[in-house]
């Protein structure tokens, strides 16, 4: 139990027919005279967000892998893969900066 305080869970059930659904628990034990009387939970399937967080990690690293791509053919020469001049001109406003 958890003397008296609110508390949490997450968890993951497994169907008979193979899938899951992953479950958040909230709970309140109702405590009087220092006596557990009752527990409130409240439990909510939280299958389709964490479904939905897993596809935006994997499209955020995608976006994050092909911006790199992107920047680098930004600044290099697609036949020689030799730097371009809008490298060049990074590179020395930064100098002249610095």
Known sequence: MTNGKVGEQQSMLVLPDGRSRHLHSIFAPLVEDGTTLFVVEAIRDTSE????????????????????????LAVTDSQTKLYNRRHCDEVLFKEIKR
Not at 49 to 72: D, I
């Open 49 to 72: 967000r964490v479904t939905t967080e897993r596809e935006l990690a994997e499209k955020t690293s995608e976006l994050r892998m092909t911006n790199r791509l992107l920047a680098q």
